[in-house]
C-alpha cells in the first residue's frame, strides 16, 4: 500500500535559518507527491508537487522539496525561516488505482520558527 | 470568485442525531473529496466523487453518507452521530485526478455530544 512518513511532530528553527521538514514515502510505480500547508484554523494549501523531471521542486512561498529515489524521500526545505511559516505541514502522495485517485496523507509536522 | 465554500463552520449535535455538513465549489471540478482531520491520524479520506452521480469509499466510509447529484455540491451526511465523529471535516475539489492538486474549503468543526 501507499503511504508516507513525517517522522517528527514538531519541527523548531530560528527566524533566518535554513528548514528543513522531513518525509518519507513507500510507493509501488512511480510516486506522485505533495506538500500542503495548513495555517490554524485554515485548511490546506498547496505549496508543491512532483510528478517527475528535476529533482528539485520549486513551490509557493519560497518554499522547495528535493526528491530522492534512493532514499525514498522528499523533504520539504527552506532556504531563511521566517516566523509566518510557522504551521502544519502535510506530506502526501497520490495513490492512483484504475481511474480513481487518493491523496494519502502523512501525519503532519508543526514548524514552529521563533524570532 | 469563493472556490470552494463550506457550510456551517461549526456545528455542535447531540448523539443519534442526523447533521449534514455542506460543500459547495464554483470551478465545476470533476473530483471532490471528503476528509476528516483527528489528532494523531493527519487527515482520512472519507468519500469521494469523480462526477455527479458518481461516488466511491474511502478509508473511514462507515457512518457517513455522500450524494452528488450536481458538479457543484457534494453534501455529507452522518446518519447517526456518534462521539467518534467529532472531527474537523473537510471538503476539497480537484480539477484532473492525476498530477493536479486539490483544492481545500475552510473546513467544519463538529463536536457530537
Known amino acids: 500500500a501507499q503511504s508516507v512518513a513525517q517522522p517528527e511532530d514538531q519541527v523548531n528553527v530560528a527566524e533566518g535559518n535554513p528548514l528543513t521538514v522531513k518525509c518519507t514515502y513507500s510507493?509501488?510505480?512511480?510516486?506522485?507527491l505533495f506538500w500542503y500547508v495548513q495555517y490554524p484554523n485554515r485548511g490546506l494549501q498547496f505549496l508543491l508537487k512532483?510528478?517527475?523531471?528535476?529533482?528539485l521542486v520549486k513551490g509557493s512561498y519560497g518554499f522547495e522539496a528535493e526528491f530522492n529515489k534512493s532514499q525514498t524521500s522528499f523533504h520539504l526545505k527552506k532556504p531563511s525561516a521566517l516566523v509566518s511559516d510557522s504551521a502544519l505541514y502535510f506530506c502526501?502522495?497520490?495513490?492512483?488505482?484504475?481511474?480513481?485517485?487518493?491523496?494519502?496523507f502523512g501525519q503532519g509536522t508543526t514548524l514552529q520558527v521563533k524570532p | 470568485d469563493a472556490g470552494i465554500t463550506q457550510s456551517p463552520r461549526y456545528k455542535i449535535t447531540e448523539t443519534g442525531r442526523q447533521v449534514t455538513l455542506m460543500c459547495h465549489q464554483t470551478?465545476?471540478?470533476?473530483?471532490m473529496f471528503w476528509y476528516r482531520q483527528d489528532l494523531g491520524h493527519g487527515l482520512r479520506l472519507i468519500y469521494y466523487?469523480?462526477?455527479?452521480?458518481?461516488?466511491d469509499k474511502g478509508e473511514v466510509p462507515d457512518g457517513y453518507v455522500v450524494s452528488r447529484s450536481k458538479t457543484e455540491n457534494f453534501p455529507l451526511t452522518l446518519e447517526s452521530a456518534t462521539r467518534s465523529q467529532t472531527s474537523v471535516y473537510f471538503c476539497?475539489?480537484?480539477?484532473?485526478?492525476?498530477?493536479?492538486?486539490?483544492?481545500f474549503g475552510p473546513g467544519t468543526r463538529l463536536t457530537v455530544t
Open positions: 476539497a475539489s480537484s480539477d484532473q485526478l492525476v498530477a493536479y492538486e486539490q483544492y
Open positions: 510507493v509501488s510505480g512511480n510516486p506522485y
Open positions: 512532483y510528478i517527475t523531471g528535476d529533482n
Open positions: 502526501a502522495v497520490l495513490q492512483s488505482s484504475g481511474n480513481t485517485g487518493k491523496l494519502i
Open positions: 470551478w465545476s471540478h470533476s473530483y
Open positions: 466523487s469523480a462526477a455527479a452521480d458518481i461516488t
